[in-house]
């Protein structure tokens, strides 16, 4: 299938847990069934983590996971507990916090035995991983097949490219819908820490790009992995990669900015100036 030419969206909420922040999450959700949008979801199986700790927890949470299934959103395993226990930063990372890099191959197992022994129990189907502050090295890439996980959230590049062990990773790059060339572009919120401003904006983002808001199934059938050892260098050095993507949407912000000038039209606003700044910074 030929690849389309044009941008397209994945939305991802990271730490997913009974104690996330459910106010807010009432009205995420309802605006995301209401646009018919499929996002990716980053779920704790076991969270012990005090900094999510943001309300009090749900009893009902693997009902409405189920459901969230039953939707057909993705639900990716966020880890195991969302403790950082390493000073490690991984393959896509430069911060030095993570529950899996640079712990034994023996350690890293039993975390995602464990993990995937819950969602198995609770009846969640999960085959993509997103590591809690996007920290994984080499051998959680290894074990990850092992436990019927084949897709990777993960790293700066354009769209999605095909790693060892016959994994496919597909990139994080932003935090919020905004203009951005051609490619797959995933938007990663962390909903505990919004404010009503951040509500809204999301809320008036998802309405005004729906038609480019895609699903992972769908992203991954219209644009194949590459399969190079190039990109896949590139995806993990990132200072890198993270430098060259920030300054691609710099210069695709300010191309658009001359363009709607030439043309008398006005550019579609960004909120902040963070709104290029990387995913994996916010965390």
């Known amino acids: ?28 959700e309802a605006c995301l069934v209401e646009h018919s949008v499929k996002p990716i979801l980053a779920v704790v199986p076991d969270n012990r983590d005090p900094g999510l700790r943001a309300d009090r927890p749900a009893a009902d ?23 950082y226990v390493a000073r490690a930063a991984g393959l896509t990372n430069t911060r030095k916090k ?8 023996a350690a890293q197992a039993e975390k995602l035995q464990r993990g995937t022994e819950i969602f198995a129990r609770e009846g969640i189907r ?27 959230s993960a790293g ?26 051609p490619g797959v572009w995933t938007v990663c919120s962390h909903h505990n820490s919004w ?12 309405a005004r790009h729906r038609d480019r808001i895609s699903t992972l199934e769908r992203i991954l059938r219209e644009w194949p992995p590459v399969a190079s050892a190039w990109s896949y260098r590139f995806c993990t050095c990132p200072r890198l990669s993270s430098l060259m993507v ?13 363009s709607a ?7 579609e606003p960004c909120r902040n100036p963070q709104a290029s700044a990387p995913a994996q910074q916010l965390h």
Do not use: N
Request: with cysteine; net charge positive.
């Open 61 to 83: 949470f693997w009902d409405r996971a189920r459901r969230w299934q039953t939707l057909g959103w993705t639900i990716a395993l966020h880890g195991y507990q969302h403790l």
């Open 1 to 28: 299938m030929r690849r389309p030419r044009a941008e397209q969206f994945l939305l991802r909420f990271d730490d997913i847990c009974p104690t996330m922040r459910w106010d807010l999450w009432a009205e995420i």
């Open 98 to 105: 993570s529950e899996f890099a640079s712990l034994p191959s």
């Open 246 to 258: 920030r300054a691609q949407l710099k210069f695709w912000k300010m191309w658009r900015s001359g």
């Open 195 to 206: 404010t009503q401003a951040d509500l809204r904006e999301f809320q008036t983002g998802v």
């Open 126 to 152: 999960a085959r993509t991983w997103i590591a809690p502050g996007d920290a994984f090295d080499a051998v959680t890439v290894s074990l990850l097949p092992s436990f019927g996980i084949d897709i990777l």
């Open 156 to 181: 700066w590049f354009w769209r999605p490219l095909a790693g060892p062990h016959r994994t496919t990773w597909v990139p994080c790059q932003i935090s919020i819908l905004r203009p951005v060339p």
């Open 261 to 267: 000038r030439h043309s008398g039209a006005e550019s």
